[in-house]
């Protein structure tokens, strides 16, 4: 039972690439979530999920888009990177949408 | 803006000292406040979780106390041991099963 897990762990973007984030989790849960932590600003939802097939956008949705094609598995898509992307990505998952369970983290770094 | 506000941003104890943090909130239909623990390197996990039914919750050394007619709840570490220095988070919620966290505090144990 691994939990949830997120891939890859580090990545290093160019302003304008683009990539995709994958989450991962065993545990048969509804809920899903993308945050992004930032020093002194704690963690912001950027996009959530309420069940298979279905996303929603959070506080700081702008940037980034999502998809929920397996319920076990959450995508986080940056279409062209930006310097403010720069953050520690969190997955994190719920089976009532109470207690969260979150991922190990994505450092990521756009220069 | 931030639905929760937490401070002190940081902290620094001795080893068997009592560790507070406090946040406050403004949406009276917030209706869970968990708490959740970081380790440096690691995702967030909760630790305590208080509903507004109830002024007070203890599990082990960590106390809850919620205050609903200030709109405030406070962590209480009691005797704080080196292993409890993380980051904390508070958080609020209200049936639609998104958190709003606080900007977080560093709790440093000093041995």
């Known amino acids: 039972n691994a939990g949830v897990t997120q891939t890859p762990k580090f990545r290093v973007l160019k302003t304008g690439q683009s990539m995709t984030l994958l989450c991962a989790q065993d545990m048969n849960h509804e809920y899903m979530y993308w945050y992004r932590q930032d020093p002194g600003m704690g963690l912001r939802l950027i996009h959530y999920?309420?069940?298979?097939?279905?996303?929603a956008k959070g506080e700081v949705p702008d940037g980034y888009n999502v998809s929920r094609l397996k319920k076990q598995n959450f995508l986080l898509g940056l279409e062209s990177a930006a310097p403010s992307q720069t953050s520690v990505y969190f997955c994190?998952?719920?089976?009532?949408?109470?207690?969260?369970?979150f991922g190990p983290g994505t450092r990521l770094t756009v220069t | 803006q931030q639905q929760v506000k937490q401070s002190p941003q940081s902290l620094i104890v001795q080893k068997g000292g009592i560790s507070i943090i406090n946040c406050a909130y403004e949406n009276t239909a917030f209706d869970y406040f968990p708490w959740y623990q970081q380790f440096p390197g690691k995702g967030p996990a909760l630790l305590i979780a208080?509903?507004?039914?109830?002024s007070e919750k203890k599990e082990g050394r960590f106390t809850i106390s919620f205050n609903k007619s200030a709109k405030q709840f406070s962590l209480h570490i009691m005797d704080s041991q080196p292993g409890d220095s993380a980051t904390y988070f508070c958080?609020?919620?209200?049936?639609?099963?998104?958190?709003?966290f606080g900007a977080g505090t560093t709790v440093t144990v000093r041995a």
């Open positions: 958080a609020a919620s209200h049936n639609d099963y998104k958190l709003s």
């Open positions: 994190a998952s719920s089976y009532s949408g109470v207690e969260q369970y």
């Open positions: 999920s309420v069940g298979e097939g279905t996303t």
């Open positions: 208080i509903r507004p039914d109830v």
